[in-house]
């Protein structure tokens, strides 16, 4: 059986990635309130699309937040493991909010990208800014 194309949605909290993925996907009750500063998605979420007739899965994590971010890197690292045997890595959604600077978290963020085992493992790295 063919390996399922997943892409990864990455970004500081409260940045719309949940909000993507059922804009994406179709799917509903994954985007939930939060105020700056809090944590709105803790776990790994994984819908299904369709796109030209293949099937893709999309995986939102939770968001990085300043001072927790290994708490993060630890769930999005655990996702990617549960899945690494019917999937295959496709690319990268960085979200992000059109008003941010880059910040310590975002360039930590991005320095994780650069962690995975092989340049090739990551196809795609695609900046989507929301809001």
């Known amino acids: 059986m063919a390996k399922q194309p997943l892409s990864s949605q990455l970004g500081r909290i409260v940045t719309g990635r949940s909000t993507l993925l059922e804009d994406i996907t179709g799917a509903s009750g994954h985007s939930k309130d939060a105020s700056e500063g809090d944590i709105a998605t803790e776990e790994i979420q994984i819908e299904k699309v369709t796109t030209d007739g293949r099937q893709h899965l999309i995986m939102d994590t939770p968001g990085f937040h300043m001072d927790k971010e290994m708490d993060a890197v630890y769930k999005v690292n ?27 978290t975002d360039e ?12 090739d493992f990551v196809r795609h790295i695609t900046f989507v800014t929301l809001h």
Request: proline letters at 3%; hydrophobic letters at 35%; glycine letters at 10%.
């Open 108 to 119: 930590i963020l991005l320095g994780f990208n650069r962690c995975f085992p092989r340049q």
């Open 78 to 104: 655990g996702g990617v493991q549960e899945v690494q045997n019917y999937t295959q890595t496709w690319g990268i959604l960085y979200v992000t909010k059109v008003d941010l600077r880059i910040e310590t």
